[in-house]
């Protein structure tokens, strides 16, 4: 009923940036809070960023001062600015978003596929 496609991510050179976006589409009757999740190899998946419905950002403090998270209500949209990026910032970004749809009173959480993200020289 909900989709969550990811894009954006790629190959990096230390210092550089990336720009990942993540589109909602579906029988969605409203979006609350969107996040941004990263996974490394061999690692848990760790809350990077996320965004309330009203625009409240909230980041890790390992991000904090170089990502910065935004969304496009209108859009259905939540994009993740990713600046002076290192590279322990290598990982699969997954978007997740809250989401109630328009069949369903509950409100459920939504995954994305993944974008790879790796920052090496």
């Known amino acids: 009923q909900v989709q969550l496609v990811e894009s954006g991510g790629g190959l990096v050179q230390p210092g550089g940036s990336l720009r990942l976006s993540c589109a909602a589409s579906?029988?969605?009757?409203?979006?609350?809070?969107m996040h941004w999740y990263r996974q490394a190899p061999g690692k848990q998946r760790e809350l990077v960023a996320q965004?309330?419905?009203?625009?409240?950002?909230n980041y890790a403090d390992s991000v904090k001062g170089r990502f910065a998270i935004s969304r496009d209500n209108t859009k259905k949209t939540v994009c993740l600015q990713m600046n002076s990026l290192k590279s322990e910032d290598t990982a699969v970004y997954y978007c997740?978003?809250?989401?109630?749809?328009?069949?369903?009173?509950?409100?459920?959480?939504?995954w994305g596929q993944g974008t790879q993200v790796t920052v090496s020289s």
């Open positions: 965004i309330s419905s009203d625009g409240n950002p």
């Open positions: 997740y978003a809250h989401v109630r749809v328009v069949s369903d009173r509950n409100i459920r959480g939504y």
């Open positions: 579906g029988s969605i009757f409203n979006l609350y809070a």
